[in-house]
């Protein structure tokens, strides 16, 4: 049994005339015939009886049409979403999304991802540091990813924001009057950083900046994430250096003010794999130039 066979006898059992059947397949009415044949021969069964005068469905044929016309629809349903999926317009793609970077970049650009490929499912996976991204792609566990620089060269990248370090400060502390802060003057404050040796490249830029200008920062406090980084500021465990975008948490009891004296600007890269040509991260791709 084929799926021919199968579109033979639909065609039959709903024009109930084999020349309109044979017109409507665009085939000539003997191999039809043949085709109709060969499936009551494969069932062991007549599904149509046949005269001179008229073609109708037996009781055997009745049933059979049913099962006929959804295998039938299930194949041409298999058929496109085999070729939506070979352009891209269907499946699933995994991306991977580091703290802050995801409260400015994320919103704008799922939805209109999502708004050009509805059938594709956009999975999410979120992680506090860029190492653990970068293992995800390279593992093959995420498909792209946005993340912090710098990035390993075997990885493909692009920069879609340049992003700048802010000092977080207790409302209350005398720098947070200064519309900026020299670097140098947080020389003698605690600090509230994200753990070291986990693959924060958040953490190693602002260490990096605090040793151009002179000192190593005193660090009393590592936090997980950016969110608790800024609560314990505001409970004044001690200052921080974070990216712009942590302004956006609106935490009560708290000063971001611009830093001077050092460049402490963080990119921020979209990042895949060079050997990933799938049409649905080329599309992925596309949306995000096109936005960021």
């Known amino acids: 049994m084929e799926l021919r066979h199968l579109r033979a006898f639909t065609a039959v059992a709903e024009e109930l005339h084999f020349g309109r059947a044979a017109a409507r397949l665009r085939i000539a009415q003997p191999p039809l015939s043949q085709q109709i044949k060969h499936l ?77 490929y509805p059938l594709v499912r956009l999975e999410l996976h979120p992680s506090v540091f ?27 990248s692009r920069t879609v924001l340049d992003e700048e370090l802010v000092a977080v400060l207790p409302d209350e502390h005398p720098l947070a009057a200064r519309p900026s802060v020299p670097l140098a003057d947080l020389a003698g404050e605690n600090f509230v950083s994200y753990p070291d040796r986990q693959g924060s490249n958040l953490r190693d830029v602002a260490m990096r900046a605090c040793a151009d200008v002179g000192f190593w920062p005193r660090v009393v406090q590592e936090a997980q994430d950016t969110y608790t980084v800024v609560a314990l500021v505001a409970a004044a465990v001690g200052v921080a250096l974070l990216p712009a975008s942590a302004e956006w948490l609106q935490f009560e009891g708290v000063a971001f003010r611009p830093v001077t004296g050092a460049d402490v600007r963080v990119p ?22 096109e936005l960021l």
């Open 40 to 116: 009551e021969r494969d069932l062991g069964v007549r599904l149509l009886e046949r005269t001179t005068r008229r073609v109708r469905l037996t009781n055997a044929g009745v049933v059979f049409l049913e099962h006929a016309r959804r295998v039938l629809a299930e194949a041409d349903r298999a058929r496109e979403s085999v070729l939506l999926t070979e352009q891209g317009e269907r499946g699933e793609i995994r991306v991977g999304l580091t703290g802050a970077t995801t409260w400015r970049l994320l919103p704008r650009l799922t939805r209109a991802y999502r708004e050009r």
């Open 130 to 156: 860029s190492g653990a991204q970068i293992s995800g792609l390279l593992d093959g566990g995420i498909d792209v990813a946005l993340l912090r620089a710098p990035v390993p060269t075997l990885l493909e």
């Open 268 to 289: 921020v890269a979209m990042v895949w794999r060079p050997d990933d040509g799938s049409r649905i991260l080329l599309g992925f791709l596309d949306v995000a130039a």
